[in-house]
């Protein structure tokens, strides 16, 4: 009898909560991994702009779109061997993916660091659950690792 309502309570009982596990972001291991791939990445430092209401529901959506593109715009500037000084203000398609119920996520005017791949003229930035390629509010320590890398100095994966 015991084991009846052993077995009763535990399928009664809530699901676990599911969690997703990210490695902490890294703009050295971001390098690498752009260095690595096939497509050709420009680094940004800049301000994104684009409609929040475009976002994926992601925990509130019982299936959210694997992938949803937004448009967007970048505003700042571009990294090159001697920082990042060149003048970069383009319209840009934001890609954001979603692992099962977790999706990527963005604020409007937020300042960014990041990877955005330009294929055939056309730029796209795209983020993950984990962040991906986009780095928000890059401090002090995460432009000079990034300078340090793409100039071929000391580029540690921590």
Same mark, same amino acid.
């Given at each position: 009898?015991?084991?009846? *309502?052993?077995?009763?309570?535990?399928?009664?009982?809530?699901?676990?909560? *599911?969690?997703?596990?990210?490695?902490?972001?890294?703009?050295?291991?971001?390098?690498?991994?752009?260095?690595?791939?096939?497509?050709?990445?420009?680094?940004?430092?800049?301000?994104?702009?684009?409609?929040?209401?475009? *976002?994926?529901k992601g925990m509130t959506d019982p299936a959210p779109p694997k992938q949803t593109e937004i448009p967007a715009r970048i505003t700042g500037k571009s990294l090159s061997m001697a920082g990042f000084i060149h003048h970069f203000d383009r319209e840009i398609t934001l890609e954001v993916l979603c692992f099962g119920p977790w999706c990527g996520g963005a604020v409007d005017?937020?300042?960014?660091?990041?990877?955005?791949?330009?294929?055939?003229?056309?730029?796209?930035?795209?983020?993950?659950?984990?962040?991906?390629?986009?780095?928000?509010?890059p401090s002090p320590d995460q432009i000079k690792v990034i300078q340090q890398c793409f100039r071929g100095e000391s580029c540690p994966l921590d």
């Open positions: 009898m015991n084991r009846i *309502l052993a077995f009763l309570v535990a399928i009664c009982a809530p699901w676990p909560a *599911l969690a997703l596990s990210c490695a902490e972001p890294s703009v050295a291991r971001g390098f690498h991994a752009a260095s690595a791939a096939p497509q050709t990445y420009v680094v940004v430092r800049g301000q994104l702009s684009f409609d929040e209401g475009e *976002l994926p005017g937020m300042d960014v660091l990041a990877f955005v791949e330009k294929a055939d003229g056309r730029y796209t930035m795209s983020i993950d659950p984990c962040s991906g390629f986009v780095f928000p509010n």
